[in-house]
Each structure stands twice: as C-alpha cells, then as structure tokens.
C-alpha cells in the first residue's frame, strides 16, 4: 500500500512537471538522469529513457560546463545552489542554444543528499528579441526623420514625398486642403503643420463641418451675445475668436451646407466678422487647414460646393494615400502602436508572429490607419504573451486571411495542416515555442495538435 501511494505521488508528480514550460531534469549522485519532463524532451529532441536504462547527464544533456568546475552537480555536491547560470547546451540535431539553468537539491527523508533538480530556460528567443529591439531602435535612429514627422510614421514613397513638402508648408501663411479617405491621418497633418509653423505658440482650433448644422454655425465659429437668442445667458466668443494668431482645422469641410458654406466664405474673404446679436466687427488672423474625404471637384460640378470656396481653400492641395498603397508601412505602424499601447497598457509585448504580421500585410484596411490602430488595440488586449499570435487578431481579420490563401485542391485540410506543423517542427528542431511562433499558434495548441495528429521527432 505504502508504495503504491508512492508511485502515485510520483506520477503526480511528473504530470504537475509537465505541464512546465522550462526545461526540467532531475540527476542523481552518479550523474545518471533520473527524469526528464515533456519541455526537456522537447528542448533537446530526445524522449525520456526506458525504464533501468539511465543515461549519463553529459550524455543526454551536452553543455559547455559539464567537465568543468563550474559542473552545477559538482557545485550541488558542495552545498552550492546555482541560480541563473547561462550555458550552452547542444541539443540533438547538433544546435547549440543558450540557456539558463537553476539548480536545486533533493533529499530523502532523512534529509541526506541523493540528487540534484534542474530547471533549464531557453534563452535564445529572449536574446533574439533583445537583439531585434536593439536592431529596431537603431534602424528607428538612423532613419530619425525620415520615417516621421511630428508623430506620423511612414517610409513609403509616397510618404516620403509629403513629409519632404510639409517644413515648406508649415512655414507659409497659406490655406491647406487635405484630402484622403476617412482615417488616412488628415488631422495629424493638420497639427504637424501648426505645429512646425510661427504660429506654434498660439491654439490649434478644431471645427467638425459635419457637426455642425446651419442653425448653429455662426454662435459657434464667430460666438454670441448674452440675450442674443434663447439661452444665451452669458457672451461666449466664437472658434475663430480662440484661434485668433493660430490655426482653425475646418474637418470634414465637405459636409457643411450651401449656407453655411456662403457664411464662412465671407469670413476667410474679410478676415472680419460679428458676433451673433453683436453690431461690433472683430478682426482675427487665423491660418485655414481644411480636410475631407470626399471628392470636392465632383461636388463643385454637381452644386453641391461653392467653386469659390474651394479655390479659396485649396491654395496648397495635400493628397493622403490610403494605407493600402502603402502597405510597406504597416510594419513601422505596427511597431508604432506596439509601442504606444504598451505605455498605455503597461505591457511588455515585444512583436509580432510571422503570420500575425503577414496577415495585417496583405489585408487591405478599408479604415486606414485608424482601423490598423483599432487592430492592434484588439490584440493588444486579447494577449498576455510577449508575442502577439494569430488567434489573437480580430475574428473578422483572420477570416480575410484564410480566406484568401491558396490550398492545394489535391489535399485534404487535416494533411496540409499536419505538413505544416511537420515542416515547423523540424526547422525548429522540435523546439515547440520556436514551432508555434512560425505557425503564428499558441504553444499549447501546438502541443495539441502534435498529439492528434500522432507526430513523433525521429530519434
């Protein structure tokens, strides 16, 4: 009974050690391992020994300090407990992979020394990481400006060519028309170019034309009197009034009615104007940004936009490119939310899988850059990994992905899948973490996966 309980206890054991991530292996006082659990087997491609047929630890895990003195059993041996200690430990396929290793001891019950525990951490993803952080922050430096102007990322081309118009821009008094489908960044460009201009110190004022209807336009843009109409109990200075020496932003210029259209034209005529229930004339000087996403020649031609307003307006055009005509952007961007929602999340995420990436790739982003940034607030929240997978996009964003993917019409979806995972596997050297960040899946999906299909390393 009383070893009957034992070997239970030490199948409880083992299944709890299994379910670690790290590497763990136990080693008695002849140097012969004694366990090894599912992490270990996988790190360095073997399976657990029969039963009677212990193998030498030197043997079965190769590292760059078993002969030495710095043998963590030898250290164990003199009553020393090794902590974080990194080595080099060669796996089966003859891959060297940097490690960390943590050792404790095991007594029997008399408390007299039989063996040593280690828990072994590849570290080799961290130094990769490290390393690409590293590579990202210098490639970020030698590009400075190049890729950004005043928080607006991009190195496309077409980018490249407005950022090079932009200081040109700002400097001047000119009126500025941004155009560009909803979501292209148009306001950004508006404060980039109040922000780099003489009049940096005084307000960016934003006025939203499709908020705005006719009834209200005036009190809002040129301000009231007290009394001046039902609930007007205080004098309340108009847009214009506050962006007196700076910049107005008129977005989604193109909603604005025909009235309120005459109404505001004669005010970027005159420079002039009253406030509701108000004889006295107030002169401002105020820089004209306007944005839309409509076509405003069209709108001209079919009466629904005053030609002298547009020309008025449209002194320096500026043409937004959706983001997918610029899609070599999207990594930038990517690493550009990336680091925007780890501040404000307080997370540690340090990338994208292949496929994750691969997929934001070739999607299309009818919404542009603010859908792009919805994306990755999605999966930012969805992921408690350093690595943001597949599974953790939007549903909707996986689907396109998948969808559009060619599939050998000749193979059934379980083979494909299986080849996948097969493929993955051996480039990784069965280093499953490795694996399912190339299949762009979690690693316990993997894991799964290489259980239901029956998928074995070859020894």
Not at 92 to 99: C, E, L, S, T, Y
Not at 295 to 320: K, Q, S, W
Request: with cysteine; glycine share 8%.
């Amino acid at each position: 009974m009383e070893k009957t309980e034992s070997v239970s206890r030490s199948n409880g054991a083992e299944a709890i050690l299994d379910c670690i991530s790290d590497g763990v292996i136990t080693i008695d006082l002849h140097k012969r391992v004694t366990f090894l659990n599912r992490a270990m087997q996988t790190m360095l491609g073997y399976e657990v020994p029969d039963s009677g047929m212990l193998l030498a630890c030197d043997v079965l895990v190769q590292s760059n300090i078993c002969s030495s003195q710095d043998c963590v059993l030898e250290r164990a041996l003199r009553g020393e407990r090794v902590s974080n200690v990194e080595a080099i430990v060669r796996r089966r396929d003859g891959i060297q992979m940097p490690v960390s290793i943590n050792t404790d001891f095991l007594l029997d019950k008399e408390g007299k020394l039989i063996g040593l525990i280690e828990v072994i951490r590849d570290i080799s993803l961290a130094r990769e990481l490290t390393a690409k952080t590293a590579e990202v922050s210098e490639l970020k430096h030698r590009l400075g400006e190049q890729v950004q102007f005043k928080h607006i990322v991009g190195r496309s081309p077409l980018m490249q060519n407005i950022f090079a118009k932009l200081p040109s821009i700002a400097a001047s008094k000119s009126s500025v028309l941004i155009t560009g489908e909803s979501g292209t960044g148009k306001e950004l460009i508006a404060y980039a170019l109040h922000a780099h201009s003489l009049r940096k110190q005084a307000p960016f004022v934003v006025v939203n034309g499709s908020s705005l209807s006719e009834g209200v336009f005036e009190s809002e843009l040129f301000g009231h009197m007290k009394g001046a109409f039902t609930n007007a109990y205080v004098d309340k200075p108009g847009r214009f009034e506050v962006a007196n020496g700076g910049t107005i932003f008129l977005d989604e210029i193109g909603e604005m009615s025909l009235g309120t259209q005459v109404k505001l034209l004669g005010v970027l005529e005159r420079g002039r104007f009253e406030r509701v229930g108000s004889n006295d004339t107030i002169s401002v000087d105020v820089r004209i940004v306007a944005a839309t996403n409509r076509n405003l020649e069209e709108a001209v031609r079919e009466g629904r936009f005053r030609e002298d307003l547009y020309y008025r307006i449209r002194v320096i055009p500026i043409v937004l490119p959706p983001l997918r005509e610029r899609s070599d952007d999207i990594p930038l961007l990517v690493n550009h939310f990336r680091e925007k929602f780890n501040r404000e999340m307080g997370k540690q995420i340090v990338g994208l899988s292949p496929q994750s990436l691969t997929a934001l790739e070739q999607y299309s982003f009818p919404g542009n850059i603010r859908e792009l940034q919805n994306v990755m607030e999605h999966a930012f929240v969805c992921c408690e990994e350093p690595i943001i997978q597949f599974e953790h996009l939007p549903a909707d964003l996986q689907r396109h992905f998948l969808d559009h993917q060619e599939w050998p019409h000749t193979e059934t979806l379980q083979s494909i899948e299986r080849q996948a995972i097969c493929r993955a596997l051996d480039k990784s050297g069965w280093h499953l973490k490795e694996a399912s960040q190339l299949l762009g899946i979690g690693r316990s999906t993997l894991w799964r996966k290489v259980r239901q299909f029956g998928i074995k390393p070859d020894i």
